[in-house]
């Protein structure tokens, strides 16, 4: 029985390792499970945290921009605390950082894309 659970464990974690991995307070998910998220969540809100150039390059439909904390607090507090908030940048690190802002004012978790907008556009997804 010990063995059993110690397979089961052990292939949840390399089942999920693919899928996402976490910070201390941010969920950090490959580019079809963010997609999947987004998709398959009513709840979710998208944010993109990059500079307004960036933004207008392109994003992902359906994306908010929010190019600094500020930008960032006031969607929170409009949008509400019960939300899914999905975080990407263009490399990934932003978005991170910007997850760890949101969890030390709000104490939500977010999820942040890995690899960012580039890693988005490699797995085959769009832009608008």
């Given at each position: 029985m010990k063995s059993l659970l110690t397979f089961i464990a052990l292939f949840l974690t390399i089942g999920t390792t693919s899928v996402f991995s976490q910070t201390d307070t941010v969920q950090i998910l490959s580019p079809n499970h963010f997609n999947q998220v987004l998709q398959l969540n009513p709840d979710v809100e998208l944010?993109?945290?990059s500079s307004k150039k960036e933004?207008?390059?392109g994003h992902i439909k359906g994306a908010r921009l929010a190019q600094n904390s500020e930008d960032l607090y006031r969607l929170i507090d409009s949008?509400?605390?019960s939300k899914?908030?999905?975080l990407y940048c263009k490399y990934g690190e932003?978005?991170?950082d910007a997850g760890k802002i949101i969890?030390?004012?709000?104490?939500i978790?977010?999820?942040s894309l890995e690899g960012g907008l580039d890693a988005w556009l490699q797995s085959g997804f769009g832009m608008e």
């Open positions: 944010i993109d945290v933004f207008k390059k949008l509400g605390t899914v908030y999905l932003r978005s991170i969890y030390e004012k709000y104490k978790s977010v999820c």
